[in-house]
């Protein structure tokens, strides 16, 4: 049974490991207060997973209200489905909302104008 949940682990570690993924700062400040629980943390970020090969869309994952990044994505695997089959996939800490929704929108906006430029999506292709 030892050996059964050691390979179990190993197996979902290099399945992790396979994906390229990383955590992009945008602000230093959250004066629209979009990201919550998070301790005394006032950075707006979000993750990339990008796909091995060329990439045909884009999913954007929201966490539910006051839910941190990390635990939606402990907690979900569609962003390794995703990435399997060719879908680049932002996170972006957007937790929490605004009543007409304008600085979610900004956020958005400012996440997609540097991952268009700098990474292989060509979003006339999608």
């Known amino acids: 049974m030892k050996n059964i949940i050691i390979f179990a682990f190993i197996l979902n570690f290099l399945s992790c490991k396979a994906q390229d993924f990383e955590k992009i700062s945008i ?30 869309g884009v999913l954007v994952v929201i966490p539910s209200g006051g839910e941190l990044v990390e635990n939606t994505l402990k907690q979900i695997t569609l962003q390794k489905i995703a990435v399997e089959k060719g879908i680049m ?7 929490w909302g605004t009543d007409n929704r304008e600085a979610e929108f900004k956020l958005l906006d400012k996440i997609f104008s540097e991952i268009v430029p700098r990474s292989r999506a060509n979003p006339f292709a999608w």
């Open 89 to 95: 996939v932002i996170v972006p800490s957007i937790n």
């Open 27 to 56: 602000s230093k400040t959250d004066i629209s207060e979009l990201y919550v629980n998070d301790e005394n943390s006032t950075e707006l970020f979000y993750y990339k997973y990008l796909p091995k090969n060329n990439i045909k």
